[in-house]
């Protein structure tokens, strides 16, 4: 169980809810950071504008990205 309980998608912005289900067609489920960035909208749009940032910049390759979460998401626990 979580420690902070997740957003309720059904009443979340447009946005949260496109962003959502483009995670759930990629990976299968939304992410569950986003999960807990959606509570409060401002902080899911910083959070998304940093990770649209970070691509669109072109200076971390797609797989170091990759290989960055998946080490990020292990020393935190998550079975990512």
């Known amino acids: 169980m979580a ?23 990629t990976w299968g489920a939304p992410l569950l950071n986003h999960l807990l960035y959606a509570r409060r909208l401002s902080i899911f749009r910083g959070a998304r504008a940093m990770w649209t940032g970070i691509e669109a910049s072109g200076l971390i390759d797609a797989r170091l990205r990759a290989l960055i979460n998946r080490r990020v998401a292990a020393l935190n626990g998550c079975e990512f």
Do not use: P, T
């Open 3 to 25: 420690r902070i309980a997740e957003a309720d998608v059904e009443q979340a912005d447009r946005y949260v809810k496109d962003v959502l289900k483009a995670q759930r067609k």
